[in-house]
């Protein structure tokens, strides 16, 4: 007889873990637990220390909004400092996530990003707010005039590039054969275009899997053959090496989203057959692990990490 599951607050608990949108960033984790509970102090001196180093910024706006009461707590300190630029975006960022849940109005949040923009002009994180709100509500040209506002305020911001990476999977290919789909000429004009050691040198591997979700929807299942020929093809080959070569050498290990990246490259890597190298990107990974890739397509991503992971690492 097998043993019953475990409770609901146990899984849900078990995911929180090991999706936690944090990742690696243990002072967000630290000061995340305090402002959930209206210490925003903390919050305020983390921003303040973050500066105008915009991913990392990002990522911690994004991942403190995502909190319970978010709303609230950042507009009582907003009270307490009517001018301050963070506390606004702040409030702007959370605003977004409620919507985003269905918890709140898309038009609020999209006014109160506009709000925060204009205390601090230079600063994309608003418009990384409007085009999480466009990618869910708004139109294309809406949601590719706030990247362009991001990108010309951070010309290699993760987050964006991976949302528009996202988008433009979407779209059916022009020419009707999916090799030539616009979004891989995107994903290689971005990463041609970005330094050496920036982490968009990944992007053609995550457009290459955002394509395999969209496909993989539109047959209504993943079939064997499909998917093996989606990976083991010419450009996966040529994407994987490159991107898998260039991560070898790779030294910024402190960008705020690094594990997106090798959650990205290692699902790709064990779909291509290769789970030597997917292991050394699992023991990179470690409990940092990201809903996606591993929910595509349609899976429970806590499943199939954890059985792509035994599979590359040969546990049980």
């Given at each position: 007889m097998s043993p019953p599951p475990p409770p609901l607050g146990r899984a849900r608990k078990r995911d929180a873990q090991l999706f936690d949108p944090a990742l690696c960033d243990t002072e967000l984790v630290g000061v995340r637990s305090q402002f959930t509970q209206g210490r925003w102090a903390k919050a305020?001196?983390?921003?303040?220390?973050?500066?105008?180093?915009?991913?990392?910024?990002?990522?911690?706006?994004?991942?403190?909004?995502?909190?319970?009461?978010?709303?609230?707590?950042?507009?009582?300190?907003?009270?307490?400092?009517?001018?301050?630029?963070?506390?606004?975006?702040?409030?702007?960022?959370?605003?977004?996530?409620?919507?985003l849940r269905g918890k709140g109005s898309p038009e609020a949040a999209d006014a109160a990003c506009r709000r925060a923009a204009a205390l601090l002009p230079a600063d994309p994180t608003p418009w990384l707010g409007l085009l999480m709100l466009a990618r869910a509500f708004g139109t294309e040209e809406e949601f590719s005039r706030h990247f362009d506002q991001v990108r010309a305020r951070h010309r290699e911001h993760h987050h964006a590039h991976h949302l528009m990476v996202a988008k433009l999977a979407e779209r059916a290919p022009a020419s009707g054969h999916d090799p030539l789909h616009e979004v891989y000429d995107f994903a290689a004009w971005a990463a041609e275009e970005?330094?050496?050691?920036?982490?968009?040198?990944?992007?053609?591997?995550?457009?290459?899997?955002?394509?395999?979700?969209?496909?993989?929807?539109?047959?209504?299942?993943?079939?064997?053959?499909?998917?093996?020929?989606?990976?083991?093809?010419?450009?996966?080959?040529?994407?994987?090496?490159?991107?898998?070569?260039?991560?070898?050498?790779?030294?910024?290990?402190?960008?705020?989203?690094n594990r997106v990246d090798l959650n990205f490259l290692a699902h790709a890597k064990l779909c291509e057959g290769r789970p030597a190298e997917a292991a050394a990107l699992f023991h990179r990974i470690g409990s940092h692990a990201t809903r996606a890739p591993w929910s595509y397509p349609d899976r429970d991503p806590h499943k199939a990490f954890l059985a792509a992971r035994s599979a590359a690492l040969g546990t049980a």
């Amino acid at each position: 007889m097998s043993p019953p599951p475990p409770p609901l607050g146990r899984a849900r608990k078990r995911d929180a873990q090991l999706f936690d949108p944090a990742l690696c960033d243990t002072e967000l984790v630290g000061v995340r637990s305090q402002f959930t509970q209206g210490r925003w102090a903390k919050a305020r001196a983390l921003l303040v220390a973050t500066g105008d180093d915009w991913d990392r910024r990002g990522h911690r706006l994004v991942v403190l909004a995502e909190t319970p009461a978010a709303t609230a707590w950042a507009g009582e300190w907003l009270l307490a400092e009517p001018d301050s630029a963070d506390a606004a975006t702040l409030l702007a960022c959370a605003a977004v996530s409620s919507a985003l849940r269905g918890k709140g109005s898309p038009e609020a949040a999209d006014a109160a990003c506009r709000r925060a923009a204009a205390l601090l002009p230079a600063d994309p994180t608003p418009w990384l707010g409007l085009l999480m709100l466009a990618r869910a509500f708004g139109t294309e040209e809406e949601f590719s005039r706030h990247f362009d506002q991001v990108r010309a305020r951070h010309r290699e911001h993760h987050h964006a590039h991976h949302l528009m990476v996202a988008k433009l999977a979407e779209r059916a290919p022009a020419s009707g054969h999916d090799p030539l789909h616009e979004v891989y000429d995107f994903a290689a004009w971005a990463a041609e275009e970005s330094p050496a050691d920036s982490p968009l040198a990944v992007l053609p591997v995550i457009a290459h899997a955002e394509r395999f979700r969209v496909l993989a929807a539109a047959r209504g299942s993943a079939t064997t053959t499909a998917a093996a020929e989606h990976w083991t093809g010419r450009r996966a080959r040529q994407v994987l090496r490159s991107a898998f070569d260039w991560w070898l050498e790779w030294e910024r290990e402190d960008h705020p989203r690094n594990r997106v990246d090798l959650n990205f490259l290692a699902h790709a890597k064990l779909c291509e057959g290769r789970p030597a190298e997917a292991a050394a990107l699992f023991h990179r990974i470690g409990s940092h692990a990201t809903r996606a890739p591993w929910s595509y397509p349609d899976r429970d991503p806590h499943k199939a990490f954890l059985a792509a992971r035994s599979a590359a690492l040969g546990t049980a």
